[in-house]
Structures are given as structure tokens and as C-alpha cells.
């Protein structure tokens, strides 16, 4: 294993691997880009081709190729290295057998049960005929590979024919156990949808019956259960397929299943996602927000599907997505509509309208909220908190102003009532943060420590400043002179990294002045330290009344006096 893991690193370098995901341009001896694992605008994320590390100095995030893609991909260590060597066209032989049987045998069972599922589409002609009614083209459910499940014990033998061992099965989601022991297919007589993680494995399925068997007392979709490479808040259906057109639009429709995705994506809407049955996660964001900024959302046209949307907004909205909502008039669902006219999608985009606008145009527009003071000004209480959450003050400002227009409330009125909420929120904050904080030590740097700190990383941006620093050495303490003395080291590649992070970008000339300010001041820290032990060793000297150390105490006074006046002059 560790062969390979050395060859997989070799073969893909992390600066090569993470250009594929991240915008990098030079800094001194590293390369330095956006954060893709936090929200920022000043780059603080580092790659050093020099020790094969990525660290960003704004979440503390860190690691080599293989970290990179276990917290990008949301994979685990044994799924990275499989990603990683099919990349890398490396076949892994020593994987530890225990992570194979723990990971890669469930992927494998997915795949040949998703292959099984669609072969028997293929056989049923009720199921195929009703998969085209609802307006799929074969094309459409050969490349989603859509299927179908007979139940009973069809796929449990079908595997255990080609020799997967069923307690496997059972822990992949795809059968259980009877009370009286034995083992049924867990989908009986439903359209098999394949869920495949953004890197295109098959982690899970979504069964929806059809046709003559549909009855209240049959839930309409069965998901698989959650197992060791399915977890559904994790993923997005679709996405794998989507995300480079979303990518590309800065952009994500999101529909609510899996029907409405196939159908929006067979009329062209390619930058589309779906939640199938679950609301929205920080994970789900965590991933959009990387290859988008824009989230476009259809709801229903009733008070369910506006508090829907009024959810999904506070989510989206602390993530810094821009919200437009779509509606699909009479038709119960993107699929329907799109059924009816396959260039219903692409129309309404165009007329998307941000998520404010729509939910003030609901409010507003009631006769029972313009009549009711005591339900308006809850309403406007809610709609300012909802707008509180919004990280751009130029959006917050322009919702106000709105919200002023729609309400016919003074902007006056409004901003002092904003104003308490957000003071309100600020001091909820500041109490949580204390409650956390109560039993958390605090440590601080003191200022000679800050000083070497940021002299050490402008070291390493250059010769002459590593020269000029080292020429003061004897004002630093010893662990930060051989950080510079020893950057082979490798304790000091942080120290590196953060140089890059730092300076990077910063002109030589104005390098070089920082630096010597920055000397300047480690000297003034210096005497000034030394003032006070020589202030002691007056104090001292007086009391004991030894003449020649009260002497000696008052010369080193006199002299590291002088040495701070003369800094301060300089």
C-alpha cells in the first residue's frame, strides 16, 4: 500500500491534480488561490509544489493529493485511493483487504445490481411503456440507466451467482432479512433509479412503483437505507453528470425529484440538480457553493410550497447564494410541464424572479395581511429577519427598500427595526460564543513571538530579506533563528507555506521596507525588556547597597535607554 500511495502522489502532483479544481497563480516559490472549502475573497489557500502540501491559512485545512480529494470529493481514505489511481491509470493490488470489504465490495454490488435492474426494464414492457408515457425517450433511460425490480429473490440469486456473498448485499441496502431469516429483495416491482456520488459510482437507489399498483397504503418511493458509501445527505442526484454545466453557468436549477431532473435535463436544462425527498444540507451546500452562486428553485403555488421556499432561503442565503424562484403555473411538477412543451423550462428561466421578490408578492398581495396590523408586522418581523441572514450589505439594502415599497412601511421604520433584530442576533451570538468559550483557554502570542513570526515567513520570500534577518538574529529566540537556518526541515514547511500565503504577492520594495520596520521593532522590544531587567537590577543593587552593581545596573539603564531613543528616531 504505502508503494502505491507514493506512486499515485508521484504520478499525480498535488499542484496538476488541484489546478483541475482550483484557480492558481504564483506566489514566490508556491502558488495561491480561493479557499474551495470555505467562503472567501482574499486568497489564503497555498499549494507548494516543493513538499507536495495544500494548506489554507484561513479554515486550517491541510494535507497532500490524497487529503485534498477525501475532503473535496467527500470520499473516504480507501474511495480516495481508488479515485485517485484510476486517475493516475494505477491498479491498487495491496488494498487492505478489510477496506476493500468495507467499501469497494459495496460499490461493486451497486454496480452489478444496477446492471441486473436494467436488464429487466428491458424485459417488462408495462414498466418500459410507463417510463415513455411520462415522456422519457430511450435515450434518456439508457444513459440515467434506469431499471427495474421484480422483488422476491431475483437479485439475491443473481448475485450470489456471481459470487457476492448476501450479508454484503444486506449492508449495500439491496436486500434484508425476513423474521424467518431469509433474505427478499428490498424493491418489489418498482422502477430502479441508480444514485451515483458526484464521482460517478453507484451508492444507492430510489424505487417508485407505478401504474395499477399505486394505493395509499404503498408508499410511492423506497430509498435505500443509508450504508458505509451512501449517505443521503451527501448527495444530490444528478450532480455528477451536471456539474460541469453548473460549473460553467454559475448556476443550479434545483428540482425537487428525480423524474423532473430527467425530464429537465432531456429538454436541454443541463445545470440542474434534485433533492429527491430530502431538504437541503450543509454538505449539499457546501458542494454547490464551490461551482456555483446562483440558485434557481421551483415551488408550488400554495402556502406549503411558499414556507418550503421560505426555508430554503434562510439555508441558501447564510451560504451567500443569489435565490430566484420559478413557478410552473397549473402543472403539479417541472416533469408535467415539461411533458406538455420541452421548451417550458428554458422559458421560465428567463423569467425567474428573485426569492424576495416572490415571497413579498404572496404577502403583500393578501387582503387578510393588509388588513391585519397585528399579522402584517409579523410579517414584516419575519421578512427583515430572513433579510438579516443575507451576507452582502448591497443586497440587504436593496430588499429593504423593497420590502419598504411592497409593505408601505417607512424605510425609516424599517431600518430601526432592522437594526434590532440584528443587534438582537448579535448578542444571541456573542452569548453562545461565551457559553463555548467559558472553559477554553486563551493563549496569546506576545509581540516579540508576533514579530519572529512574520520575520521567519518573509525568510523565505527571498535572499536578501533572509540575509537581513538573520544579520538580527541575536534578537530572536533560537527556535525561529534555525527555522530559517534549516528550511530543509521539515517543521519549518508550514513557515513556507505561510511566507507564500503572506508575501506572496507583495513588490520587493515594499517587502524590503516591512522587513526593516519589522526589525526595527523587534530591537525596540528587545531593549525595552532589557530596560526593565536592568530597572530590577537597580532596584536590587539599592536595596543591598552594593555600589558597583547599583553602578553597573544604572550604565546598562543609561545605555539600552539611549538604544530605544535612537530606534525611535530612525
Known amino acids: 500500500m504505502a508503494k502505491e500511495v507514493d506512486l499515485i502522489k508521484e504520478k499525480l502532483p498535488v499542484l496538476e491534480f488541484i489546478r483541475g479544481y482550483v484557480t492558481l497563480t504564483p506566489a514566490g516559490r508556491n502558488f495561491k488561490g480561493l479557499c474551495p472549502f470555505h467562503q472567501e475573497k482574499t486568497p489564503s489557500f497555498i499549494v507548494s509544489p516543493d513538499k507536495q502540501r495544500w494548506h489554507c491559512f484561513g479554515c486550517a485545512e491541510g494535507g497532500d493529493v490524497i487529503t485534498f480529494a477525501m475532503k473535496y470529493e467527500n470520499l473516504e481514505f480507501p474511495e480516495a485511493l481508488r479515485?485517485?489511481?484510476?486517475?493516475?491509470?494505477?491498479?491498487?493490488?495491496?488494498?487492505?483487504?478489510?477496506?476493500?470489504?468495507?467499501?469497494?465490495?459495496?460499490?461493486?454490488?451497486?454496480?452489478?445490481?444496477?446492471?441486473?435492474?436494467?436488464?429487466?426494464?428491458?424485459?417488462?414492457?408495462?414498466?418500459?411503456?410507463?417510463?415513455?408515457?411520462?415522456?422519457?425517450?430511450?435515450?434518456?433511460?439508457?444513459?440515467?440507466?434506469?431499471?427495474?425490480?421484480?422483488?422476491?429473490?431475483?437479485?439475491?440469486?443473481?448475485?450470489?451467482?456471481?459470487?457476492?456473498?448476501?450479508?454484503?448485499?444486506?449492508?449495500?441496502?439491496?436486500?434484508?432479512?425476513?423474521?424467518?431469516?431469509?433474505?427478499?429483495?428490498?424493491?418489489?416491482g418498482r422502477i430502479m433509479f441508480p444514485i451515483y456520488n458526484h464521482v460517478g459510482k453507484v451508492v444507492a437507489f430510489t424505487g417508485r412503483i407505478f401504474g395499477t399498483q399505486t394505493s395509499d397504503d404503498v408508499p410511492k418511493y423506497v430509498n435505500s437505507p443509508e450504508t458505509p458509501v451512501f449517505n443521503k445527505s451527501r448527495v444530490l442526484y444528478g450532480l455528477h453528470k451536471a456539474k460541469m454545466e453548473i460549473a460553467r453557468e454559475k448556476t443550479v436549477v434545483v428540482v425537487e425529484g428525480q423524474m423532473d431532473f430527467l425530464m429537465s435535463w432531456q429538454c436541454g436544462v443541463r445545470n440542474v440538480v434534485a433533492v429527491s425527498g430530502t431538504g437541503f444540507t450543509e454538505e449539499h451546500l457546501e458542494k454547490l457553493r464551490r461551482i456555483a452562486d446562483t440558485v434557481v428553485a421551483s415551488f408550488d403555488n400554495d402556502e406549503a410550497g411558499r414556507k418550503a421556499m421560505e426555508r430554503m432561503l434562510d439555508i441558501l442565503n447564510r451560504h451567500d447564494f443569489h435565490v430566484k424562484v420559478i413557478s410552473f403555473g397549473e402543472s403539479k411538477d417541472p416533469a408535467e410541464a415539461l411533458q406538455k412543451d420541452p421548451t417550458y423550462m428554458k422559458r421560465v428561466l428567463e423569467d425567474a424572479v428573485p426569492a424576495f421578490e416572490f415571497i413579498f408578492d404572496r404577502y403583500f398581495n393578501s387582503e387578510k395581511v393588509r388588513k391585519d396590523l397585528a399579522l402584517k408586522k409579523r410579517v414584516i418581523t419575519h421578512m427583515l429577519t430572513l433579510i438579516s441572514h443575507l451576507k452582502s450589505p448591497v443586497e440587504r439594502d436593496e430588499w429593504i427598500q423593497k420590502l419598504a415599497q411592497e409593505s408601505g412601511v417607512s424605510m425609516t421604520a424599517l431600518e430601526e427595526e432592522f437594526s434590532e433584530i440584528a443587534e438582537k442576533a448579535r448578542r444571541e451570538s456573542k452569548?453562545?460564543?461565551?457559553?463555548?468559550?467559558?472553559?477554553?483557554?486563551?493563549?496569546?502570542?506576545?509581540?516579540?513571538?508576533?514579530?519572529?513570526?512574520?520575520?521567519?515567513?518573509?525568510?523565505?520570500?527571498?535572499?536578501?530579506?533572509?540575509?537581513?534577518?538573520?544579520?538580527?538574529?541575536?534578537?530572536?529566540?533560537?527556535?525561529?533563528?534555525?527555522?530559517?537556518?534549516?528550511?530543509?526541515?521539515?517543521?519549518?514547511?508550514?513557515?513556507?507555506?505561510?511566507?507564500?500565503?503572506?508575501?506572496?504577492?507583495?513588490?520587493?520594495?515594499?517587502?524590503?521596507?516591512?522587513?526593516?520596520?519589522?526589525?526595527?521593532?523587534?530591537?525596540?522590544?528587545?531593549?525595552?525588556?532589557?530596560?526593565?531587567?536592568?530597572?530590577?537590577?537597580?532596584?536590587?543593587a539599592g536595596r543591598s547597597g552594593d555600589e558597583e552593581k547599583l553602578l553597573e545596573a544604572t550604565a546598562q539603564f543609561q545605555e539600552f535607554s539611549k538604544k530605544i531613543n535612537d530606534l525611535k528616531l530612525q
Open 83 to 188: 479515485f485517485l489511481a484510476e486517475k493516475a491509470g494505477i491498479q491498487l493490488r495491496s488494498l487492505n483487504p478489510q477496506h476493500h470489504r468495507e467499501f469497494g465490495v459495496l460499490y461493486d454490488i451497486n454496480e452489478a445490481a444496477k446492471d441486473f435492474y436494467a436488464e429487466e426494464l428491458h424485459r417488462n414492457a408495462a414498466a418500459m411503456e410507463y417510463l415513455k408515457s411520462r415522456g422519457l425517450t430511450e435515450e434518456t433511460i439508457k444513459e440515467f440507466e434506469l431499471g427495474f425490480s421484480s422483488g422476491g429473490e431475483v437479485l439475491t440469486m443473481n448475485l450470489i451467482k456471481k459470487g457476492f456473498d448476501v450479508n454484503d448485499a444486506a449492508r449495500a441496502g439491496l436486500i434484508y432479512k425476513t423474521a424467518r431469516g431469509l433474505f427478499r429483495d428490498r424493491f418489489e
Open 431 to 540: 452569548d453562545t460564543h461565551q457559553e463555548r468559550s467559558e472553559n477554553s483557554p486563551v493563549f496569546e502570542d506576545d509581540r516579540v513571538t508576533m514579530i519572529s513570526k512574520r520575520l521567519v515567513s518573509m525568510a523565505f520570500t527571498n535572499e536578501t530579506l533572509r540575509g537581513m534577518i538573520l544579520a538580527n538574529k541575536e534578537y530572536m529566540s533560537r527556535g525561529f533563528v534555525d527555522a530559517i537556518e534549516h528550511p530543509e526541515a521539515e517543521s519549518v514547511e508550514m513557515l513556507q507555506m505561510q511566507s507564500s500565503y503572506l508575501f506572496g504577492s507583495t513588490d520587493e520594495k515594499n517587502a524590503l521596507a516591512e522587513c526593516t520596520e519589522l526589525i526595527k521593532q523587534l530591537k525596540l522590544e528587545y531593549f525595552k525588556h532589557a530596560q526593565e531587567l536592568a530597572k530590577d537590577a537597580i532596584r536590587i
